[in-house]
């Protein structure tokens, strides 16, 4: 008897620490408005990592801390831009640089009539970055895209690169991405 309640006692701990350590890694989210539409739109679900700004990556959809006391906890934005890249041209008016410096990076919503981001705000600190979204959860809509910045028009998106090695050779890598279907 004793043996069956030490059994079960370990088994539920267990279960507890597998739980606490998936809320820790994980989070669901919620889509407030229509900033990122027609990627996202309000209502949707979305399954998300908790990371750090190196493991971010370019298009990638972030989840960040919103830095407007009036507005909601968390804003969903696309990574525009990250540390070293060029900062994009419709970014430059909100900032004085013309490379993203080292902890910040850069977010725009899809739907950039009505999305605020970072061409008003200015740089997102690391601190800042909540989580990066994994999937969303409603299969209505089908999976989320992984192209850069999907757009009502065709847009695209360049990031120089110092190449290793003795020369100073810089490499750009581009991204085009259309709204497709």
């Known amino acids: ?9 370990c088994a539920l ?6 739980v606490v350590r998936l809320r820790a890694t994980y989070m669901v989210a919620r889509v407030h408005g229509e900033s990122m539409a027609p990627t996202l739109t309000d209502g949707d679900r979305l399954l998300s990592r908790r990371t750090r700004l190196r493991a971010l990556g370019h298009g990638q959809i972030a989840i960040v801390r ?4 009036a507005g909601g906890k968390f804003l969903i934005k696309r990574v ?25 990076f850069v977010l725009i919503g899809d739907n950039t009539e009505v999305s605020f981001d970072s061409r008003e705000h200015g740089f997102f600190r690391a601190d800042d970055l909540h989580a990066v979204t994994i999937r969303r959860l409603d299969a209505r809509h089908g999976p989320l895209s ?11 998106w360049c990031r120089a690169q110092e190449s290793p090695g003795q020369g100073r050779e810089v490499r750009t890598e581009c991204w085009t991405s259309s709204l497709t279907g």
């Open 1 to 9: 008897m004793r043996r069956a309640f030490l059994a079960g006692a």
């Open 80 to 104: 525009a831009a990250l540390p070293g890249d060029p900062v994009p041209e419709d970014v430059r008016k909100a900032v004085d640089v013309d490379v993203v410096p080292v902890g910040r």
């Open 66 to 69: 919103n830095p407007l006391p």
């Open 13 to 18: 701990g267990g279960l507890a620490l597998l």
């Open 146 to 156: 992984t192209s850069p910045r999907p757009s009502r028009d065709d847009s695209s």
